[in-house]
């Protein structure tokens, strides 16, 4: 059977001393292990490790570049989080208009518009929960007001209560026969329903590592998003800075900076994501799948 003593903090301090990475009385090891776990912090400090197995720190490992590699990442996803709303809201917004205009306002719950129907059911059953969950008042007055009518509310009150996910999710079960589909596509410069629906997938797993303080500094990313070969909008124009290494981070980020570029043009994402990286010296770029130049292109002008 398992089993694990936990540690004191002392103790924690002492081993990483043991393994060879460097804490000075400056860095407040004790104040940072306080409030950040040993675990969660390893995370930053296990590419630092030579031995992987013993946990032995490489030559000049600090514990002050562990906190700022911590740091880095925290406001990077700060960052983040707020693009992913814009997008997010904007997606919401463009799906409630077309479908409803094209449809009527209660599209999301019609099986012939959908291509699988189970992934539907289960999206269903999540808004379900999502709407008998909410306490906003336009939910509560609607079904006090509408009670005989069984079916959800009209998608301008519903969709407001769920997920960027469960929204990825719906605009990527639409059939292609949906002309709202492609429409959605073209407003965002995306061209048609090929492309979008990879695109918000891995938007939508980016926003889930946001939301539940996860770390994306180094991370391997999951899914191929699929990359438009003759974007109509401002893109990379040298080929060896398009992003290959689709589980780097950096990807994605073009992918936020394009849809960005409409929902809110002149926006100042590059500049901070900029400055972001100028603020943290030690943090290589490169981890994160970011050419040196990366800045002079196009989509990031």
């Known amino acids: 059977m398992f ?3 936990p540690t004191t903090i002392e103790e924690q301090i002492q081993k990483l001393k043991d393994r060879g990475l460097n804490i000075t009385p400056e860095d407040n090891a004790e104040h940072y292990l306080s409030h950040i776990s040993y675990y969660r912090l390893g ?4 590419s630092m490790q030579y031995d992987k197995e013993k946990h032995l720190f490489k030559e000049n490992s ?4 562990v906190i700022a590699l911590y740091s880095f990442d925290r406001e990077l996803r700060i960052l983040l989080f ?8 904007s997606l919401r917004t463009k ?16 099986f012939d518009l959908f291509t699988d129907s189970m992934a539907l059911v289960k999206t269903l059953s999540n808004l379900e929960e999502e709407l008998s969950r909410s ?29 960027f996910g469960a929204l990825s999710k719906l605009y990527g079960n639409l059939k292609n026969t949906v002309n709202a589909k492609d429409k959605i596509a073209e407003e965002y410069g995306v061209v048609n329903h090929t492309f979008l629906p ?5 938007i939508a797993q980016i926003r889930n590592y946001c939301a539940h303080h996860s770390r994306l500094w180094n991370r391997n990313l999951p ?30 980020l073009c992918l936020m900076k394009y849809l960005l570029n409409t929902v809110q043009p002149g926006n100042t994402f590059a500049s901070k994501l900029g400055a972001l990286i100028k603020k943290y010296p030690n943090v290589d770029p490169d981890a994160l799948g970011m050419k040196p130049d990366w800045q002079n292109e196009p989509l990031w002008k």
């Open 223 to 252: 899914g191929a998003p699929k990359l438009l070969p003759k974007p109509p909008n401002p893109w990379i124009l040298e080929k060896e800075n398009v992003p290959r290494q689709f589980n780097k981070l950096y990807v994605h």
């Open 135 to 163: 306490k906003d008042p336009t939910i509560k007055n609607h079904r006090k007001k509408h009670k005989d009518d069984l079916r959800f509310p009209p998608a301008w009150k519903s969709l407001e209560q769920t997920s």
């Open 198 to 202: 990879s695109w918000l997938q891995s």
């Open 43 to 46: 995370e930053y400090w296990h």
């Open 95 to 110: 799906l409630i208009y077309h479908l409803s205009h094209e449809v009527d306002p209660w599209w999301f719950q019609n």
């Open 82 to 89: 707020d693009v992913i709303e814009k997008i997010e809201i």
């Open 62 to 65: 600090r514990f002050s570049d």
């Open 3 to 5: 089993k694990k003593d």
